[in-house]
């Protein structure tokens, strides 16, 4: 069993729609969760982290964490076609990142 | 911003011949990392690194080795080159030693070709 999965996709939703990325997590050690951003040709970039059960909003993007339920969501409001992208989740059960394969997100204008 | 530099952003290389890959961070982290991206299979950890001249083999370390020298460089070595290792290969650097901590920042990639 993989440590982080993530639904492929692709995922496509209309803009101005609200995009809805998922993640599981196989370790309950995991203490940090990630969410990259990794556009066609480049490398990933860091979007958003979270450590605590809950909400945590940041403009546009707000990425949610249950650590009951090993589950790490990302959602981006009002889509706009720049948000077209692989989205990658990521955790650390220890001293190493583990990272889903990605989710790509089609973002229709 | 952590600023994380490779060496190359293109390489073609000869099957059988020795690859060096080097990257190098400026934010004094003791944590860096090897990945090799492939399509359909996500980042794959090669080998990470905690601290300078210490390393730790990740999933798929098999044909690889790294150095680490210095606190700033990761280098990655492909001992001798074969067509499967035709990937884009990525490092990345976080702080926090054996418990890292905060996101890692990557470095723009190289993209590898064995011919």
């Known amino acids: 069993q993989k440590e982080v999965e993530q639904n492929s996709g692709p995922l496509s939703v209309p803009e101005g729609a609200i995009a809805s990325l998922n993640c599981t997590y196989s370790?309950?050690?995991?203490?940090?969760f990630f969410w990259y951003r990794q556009y066609s040709g480049k490398s990933p970039e860091l979007i958003m982290f979270?450590?605590?059960?809950g909400d945590k909003e940041d403009g546009r993007f707000t990425a949610q964490l249950n650590k009951a339920s090993q589950y790490v969501s990302l959602l981006i409001r009002d889509s706009q076609p720049s948000d077209s992208a692989t989205y990658l989740c990521?955790?650390?059960?220890?001293?190493?990142?583990?990272f889903g394969t990605g989710t790509s997100l089609t973002v229709i204008p | 911003d952590v600023k994380v530099t490779q060496s190359s952003r293109y390489l073609v290389k000869r099957t059988g011949e020795k690859v060096f890959l080097e990257c190098v961070q400026d934010?004094?982290?003791?944590?860096m990392f090897w990945y090799r991206q492939d399509p359909g299979l996500g980042l794959r950890l090669i080998y990470f690194?905690?601290?300078?001249?210490?390393?730790e083999k990740g999933d798929i370390p098999e044909g690889y080795s790294v150095s680490r020298e210095k606190k700033e460089r990761f280098s990655l070595i492909l001992e001798s080159a074969s067509t499967n290792q035709t990937s884009m290969y990525l490092c990345?650097?976080?702080?926090?030693?054996?418990?890292?901590?905060?996101?890692?920042?990557f470095g723009p990639g190289t993209r590898l070709t064995v011919t």
């Open positions: 690194s905690y601290d300078v001249k210490m390393k």
């Open positions: 370790d309950r050690g995991s203490q940090s």
């Open positions: 990345a650097s976080t702080g926090g030693g054996r418990r890292t901590s905060g996101g890692a920042g």
């Open positions: 990521a955790s650390i059960p220890g001293n190493q990142f583990y």
């Open positions: 934010m004094d982290h003791e944590n």
């Open positions: 979270i450590y605590s059960n």
